[in-house]
Nanobody
Framework: QVQLVESGGGLVQPGGSLRLSCLGS????????MGWYRQVPGKQRELVAG???????NYADSVKGRFTISRDNTKNTVYLQMNKLKPEDTAVYYC??????????WGQGTQVTVSS
């Protein structure tokens, strides 16, 4: 059983920065593909950034150049560094661990609000 706990959300002004952390459990954390997703009320959850066990990354077009996903397997942690935040980045951000199709795990989410 995989457990994920997100932290680091909060209220920031446009143009500001925030770093989210996802702490995972288990000795097999290092082999998981990890992702950050976000969701706003009335909308589907969308992929923000992903990172493989080999540290290959991909990003949604809307965040390229502003967000950076990284992982530290020695700490069982995945990070999302968010810079130049915009109001449209406001959402609940979720950490995801992909094991296989139909076998993935989610954290509880952390609220990010970008507002002046």
């Amino acid at each position: 059983q995989v457990q994920l706990v997100e932290s680091g959300g909060g209220l920031v002004q446009p143009g500001g920065s925030l770093r989210l952390s996802c702490l995972g459990s288990g000795s097999t954390f290092s082999i998981y593909t990890m992702g950050w997703y976000r969701q706003v009320p009335g909308k589907q959850r969308e992929l923000v950034a992903g990172i493989t066990s080999g540290a290959r990354t991909n990003y949604a077009d809307s965040v390229k150049g502003r967000f950076t996903i990284s992982r530290d397997n020695t700490k069982n942690t995945v990070y999302l560094q968010m810079n130049k935040l915009k109001p449209e980045d406001t959402a609940v951000y979720y950490c995801n661990a992909y094991i296989t199709f139909a076998n993935e795990y989610w954290g509880q989410g952390t609220q990010v609000t970008v507002s002046s």
